[in-house]
């Protein structure tokens, strides 16, 4: 199955950084990116930048969008028009492209203790949803999530795919203490906090499965997911 891209919008955002945006209407489906496609043009993009040799700079995925960001300041030095037009040439062919649609990333099942300590929002949600706690876990347990983008801590995924009805505002006050392994919830999104950190999601429960390894140095890397990959979440008790 193919389908055909739509023509992202790149513009300044500081004097050290470019955003590159596709749809920035998140019920624009139409000109929705999916993760896989975002990560296969940063590549892309990477590999042109250093054909062109520009300044030190990286590029940074996220949500509908890839930000490239500079050592140091590129407006000041008067180069910011010739990297705009060069970044255009770039995006033209891209934007114009019949892309592979669906792409497969690889597919995880993530086994959850749900409840407990670590979980100790599920209650406070079901009581939000008008379901049961064990309606809210089959309800997040039915779901195939998609690893849309790593950002926040090293290794935090921002998982889409949540249904609706779980879609819930970060808390007012954020906890000072979110342990490491703890899977929660907040807005459209689903995550794993791969390492202790404050944090103002809901807390749906603990995974004991490390998500990130520092001392990892072979292909799979530090990460074990990555942009496009898909995840499955399983309780416990049915693994």
């Known amino acids: 199955m193919t389908r055909r891209a739509s023509m992202p919008r790149a513009y300044f955002?500081?004097?050290?950084?470019?955003?590159?945006?596709w749809a920035t209407d998140s019920s624009a489906t139409e000109n929705y990116m999916p993760a896989t496609e975002l990560a296969v043009f940063r590549q892309e993009l990477i590999q042109s930048i250093q054909a062109l040799a520009w300044p030190a700079c990286q590029c940074v995925q996220a949500d509908q969008s890839i930000t490239v960001l500079f050592a140091?300041?590129?407006l000041a030095a008067g180069k910011h028009e010739i990297l705009l037009d060069q970044l255009h040439q770039i995006l033209g062919p891209f934007g114009k492209a019949t892309l592979l649609a669906n792409t497969p990333g690889c597919h995880h099942h993530i086994v959850v203790n749900y409840g407990g300590v670590a979980g100790q929002d599920l209650v406070w949600l079901a009581g939000q949803t008008g379901l049961s706690p064990t309606e809210v876990i089959d309800l997040h347990c039915s779901a195939i999530y998609t690893v849309q983008f790593l950002g926040f801590l090293p290794g935090f995924a921002y998982l889409t795919g949540l249904p609706k009805p779980l879609h819930f505002s970060r808390r007012e006050t954020p906890r000072s203490r979110v342990p490491a392994g703890t899977l929660a919830i907040a807005a459209h999104y689903c995550a794993v906090y791969p390492w202790e950190s404050p944090g103002g999601w809901h807390l749906l429960g603990h995974v004991e499965q490390v998500l990130f390894d520092p001392e990892r140095t072979d292909q799979q890397g530090q990460s074990l997911f990555k942009a496009g990959d898909t995840v499955q979440f399983i309780r416990a008790d049915y693994a």
């Open 72 to 74: 140091s300041p590129i």
């Open 13 to 21: 955002v500081s004097d050290r950084a470019i955003q590159i945006d």
